[in-house]
């Protein structure tokens, strides 16, 4: 019994111990267990966690943007330069669209299984089948888009989102839309209403107002789109509905709507009237005097620093950025794309640089040598600082020697002696070294500071390089003894380099009464309301030299085209002053011709730099293109200076005043004086300052040449008919090209008709350029030619700077 008893008690104490173990091994292997799964639990809760609740939300939301109006840019007078309208994203959801191709089988199938004909047309699809085949031809021809591309994004049948077209204009939107209508795709194709951007002008000021990149969330690209793109941009808004499992909107389960805020508008300083002439006559010089390089046309208002216009080539559309339109940058995208030592990665880097340098803004992200254009500055310079005065005179042998170097004049035979206002018509090199010399180094370098040579002038755009010691030396080089070659040469505008945008910001320093003005471009910032949020009013960023300085500057530049270099900016009526300018190149045989100008000279409304980057000569050393134009500012830029300045001025309403000179030369209309006698006909013709010459011998006019009302220079003669018969038979106009003007008149008088003289109206040494009525064209006698001449002479120089 006790026996019995004992085994008890060991088997109870036994089975005590196996369970103490087998609670333990539990416990053990509970812990190993449940260790990982909290340590997975922890990772996914707290390490995952926003990356996991960012997939639920898009698993289970459908968020959408709702694109902001961006805002517009206007003129200064109101045009719209950019604007924002209803674009379209083209959407497919392989997803539903296969759906929709199980519907129609499903409907076919039905058809086919009922019972009468007449059951069975009714039942069928009333649209063909819409397979991936047909749609993808439908979309490629309607979208321009390879077929292929869109049977792969068809392909994808887990898919609900594949945009294969962005910005799609609002016509072939409605085309697609009703293809889809008719074709049971209504769900399956989306159109996706979203803003494009329309440049009504094209080119028009492209580098100004730049592009909007679509492909980066139609943020500004370049220009002031680029600039202002926070302010223009708008703020997005958002929808978000909810998704079933299958990622189908759930449109009545909740839909959260935040409104999109619209950008504000910008109003620009540009005028596009004025706009358009400087881009008219910067490509008419291109083709004319057959320019590899572009150029450009800044016109600023002096007194303010607003610009007006700015032109820029190469251009291109800012509707279509990435063609490329300029025929020399087209040539060289043909050479990249002949190069068979290009790798692909090469070529296309090379065809991205071109896409650059039509992007580019010449005038301002590119420096260059300004040439005589400088001397302007140096002028004012010099009147200021007292070392030189109206009465200075200089003398140039054709030559200055500075430290043992010849360095040439414009005119290699010498000017000879001449006055200071002698010396900067004629764009005199070893007379503006005296003057240089005489202001010395260290104040020579004191007005490259005070200019603002050696700072950005801080316009409202991008890109204005910061200027460096290897544009413009730094002072301790440029003062130092060895600096004496760099004075000389810095003197007349050549061997350092800043922008076009800096030399008519100092340029209108010095005809402006002497404020240096920051240049700006934006003139106001609007709301959708017309709040004026922000408005930019001129700054002055210092006085440079006095009035008084700039009304000396503004007389004696006057003088460079009443017969000086610049002669040819001439236009009757109007007071113009200037500074031409030919600036050297690292480049043999290229030159960039230029002029500087500003008018009335005696009150300045507005200053233009025009430049015409490397016109072709005929080869080697030579200065002439194969056109017969000599390469110089002045007998290239100036004449389109002249042009450009004159639209301006008529535009802007400045009025005429006319020497008593001019007046002499005016056009005159003809009066009527048939029937009147001999010196009734004389008197009433003179009144006209006209002239007589008779035909005939009768007491009273019978006929005359030109009939009346027609316009012709003033002093030119009248053919009265005194009894005979005035001919009938028609003239035909004789080839004038090459002659001089004498040549010209006598040639039309010889046959009956008028001469009209145009460009260089003033100088000895021309000869006829063109003629508005064709050479060998049938004209009736009395009809008026108008002849353009142009300088034989080296017009502007052919030496370093002019």
């Known amino acids: 019994m006790k026996k019995q008893k004992k085994i008890q008690r060991d088997s109870a104490k036994a089975n005590h111990s196996v369970l103490i173990r ?45 694109v902001a109006n961006r805002g517009t840019i206007y003129d200064s007078k109101g045009n719209t330069l950019a604007m924002s309208a209803t674009a379209y994203d083209v959407q497919l959801s392989p997803l539903e669209i296969l759906e929709c191709q199980e519907a129609y089988q499903e409907q076919v199938e039905k058809a086919q299984a009922a019972e009468t004909a007449e059951e069975r047309e009714k039942l069928m699809p009333s649209y ?38 962005k910005q799609v204009d609002e016509d072939v939107a409605d085309q697609i839309s009703a293809y889809a209508s008719e074709n049971g795709l209504s769900r399956g194709i989306y159109l996706n209403a979203t803003a494009k951007r329309y440049y009504p002008y094209s080119t028009l000021a492209a580098q100004i107002v730049g592009w909007v990149n679509y492909n980066d969330g139609n943020r500004g690209a370049y220009g002031l789109e680029a600039m202002y793109d926070d302010m223009l941009a708008g703020q997005t808004g958002r929808v978000v509905t909810a998704k079933d499992g299958h990622g189908k909107q759930m449109l009545y389960r909740y839909e959260d709507y935040y ?72 040539a060289e995208l043909t050479a990249i794309a002949a190069d068979t030592t290009l ?9 991205t640089d071109v896409l650059f340098k039509q992007w580019s803004n010449k005038a301002l992200n590119e420096t260059y040598e300004p040439g005589s254009t400088f001397k302007t500055t140096v002028l004012a310079a010099a009147l200021e600082e007292g070392v030189v005065n109206e009465n200075s005179t200089f003398y140039c042998p054709g030559y200055a020697i500075v430290a043992d170097r010849h360095i040439w004049c414009s005119d290699h035979k010498g000017h000879k002696d001449q006055t200071l206002a002698k010396a900067v018509a004629n764009s005199c090199n070893p007379a503006f070294i005296e003057i240089g010399q005489a202001l010395g180094a260290e104040t020579f370098y004191d007005y490259l500071e005070a200019f603002g040579f050696k700072d950005k002038t801080g316009i409202d755009l991008q890109g204005e390089p910061t200027p460096n010691d290897n544009l413009i030396w730094p002072r301790e080089e ?36 002497g404020h240096l003005m920051r240049p700006y471009v934006m003139e106001s910032i609007t709301d959708a309301d017309g709040n004026v949020i922000q408005h930019t009013e001129p700054t002055e960023v210092r006085q440079v030299v006095s009035e008084s300085t ?27 002053g200037g500074k031409t300018g030919s600036s050297e190149t690292d480049e043999d045989d290229h030159t960039i011709v230029s002029f500087l100008g500003f008018a009335p000279a005696n009150d300045p409304q507005v200053v233009v730099l025009i430049a015409y980057d490397n016109p072709t000569p005929t080869g080697p050393n030579s200065n002439y293109t194969s056109g017969g134009h000599y390469i110089s500012g002045g007998n290239m830029a100036a004449p389109m200076a002249g042009e450009l300045l004159a639209d301006i001025l ?9 020497t008593d000179a001019e007046k002499a030369a005016m056009d005159m209309t003809v009066p009527n004086v048939t029937g009147l006698t001999l010196s ?101 006698m009395g009809m008026v030619v108008e002849v353009h001449f142009v300088g034989t002479t080296a017009t502007g120089g052919a030496g370093s700077g002019t």
Not at 36 to 56: D, N, W
Not at 135 to 161: F, H, P, V
Request: one cysteine or more; a negative charge; hydrophobic letters at 35%.
């Open 22 to 66: 087998i609670l333990i091994l539990m416990g053990l292997f509970g812990v190993l267990f449940f260790i990982p799964m909290f340590g997975r639990l922890f990772y996914l809760q707290i390490v995952q966690h926003e990356e996991l609740e960012s997939k639920a939300i898009d698993q289970q939301t459908y968020d959408r943007s709702v």
């Open 478 to 513: 440029f003062t130092s003894p060895i600096g004496l070659t760099s004075l000389a040469t810095a003197s007349f505008g050549q061997r350092f380099k800043i922008t076009p945008l800096q030399l008519i910001t100092a340029a209108s320093a010095v005809i402006n009464g």
């Open 343 to 351: 790798t692909d990665e090469e070529r296309s880097a090379a065809q």
């Open 128 to 165: 063909p089948e819409p397979t991936n085949e047909s749609i993808a031809q439908t979309l490629s021809q309607l979208l321009g888009l390879d077929q292929e591309s869109i049977l792969q994004r068809l392909s994808k049948t887990n898919s609900m989102y594949e945009i294969i077209a």
């Open 680 to 780: 009734e006909a004389t008197a009433r013709l003179a009144e006209s300052n006209l002239e007589v010459r008779t035909v005939g011998s009768g007491d009273t006019v019978t006929d005359q040449i030109p009939a009346q009302g027609v316009a012709i220079p003033g002093g030119s003669q009248v053919i009265l008919y005194m009894g005979s018969e005035k001919p009938t038979d028609k003239v035909a106009v004789p080839d004038l090209s090459g002659m001089s003007r004498e040549q010209a008149q006598a040639a039309l008088t010889n046959v009956g008709l008028y001469l009209k003289s145009t460009g260089d109206t003033t100088s000895e040494s021309v000869r006829a350029e063109s003629q508005s009525i064709a050479a060998g064209t049938e004209v009736e």
């Open 550 to 576: 700039s009304e000396r500057c503004r007389t004696i530049l006057e003088g460079v085209v009443d017969g000086g270099t610049g002669k040819q900016a001439y236009v009757a009526g109007y007071r113009i």
């Open 259 to 330: 409104d999109a805020t619209d950008g504000y508008d910008l109003t620009l300083t540009l005028d596009a009237t004025i706009q358009y002439y400087c881009e008219r006559v910067l490509a008419e010089g291109i083709e004319k005097y057959e320019v590899q390089d572009g150029g450009f046309v800044i016109a600023m208002e002096p007194k303010t620093g607003r610009i007006l216009a700015w032109a820029n080539s190469p251009t291109y559309d800012l509707n279509d950025p990435r063609t490329v339109i300029d025929s020399q940058l087209q």
């Open 650 to 658: 008529d535009y802007m309403g400045v009025e005429k005043q006319y």
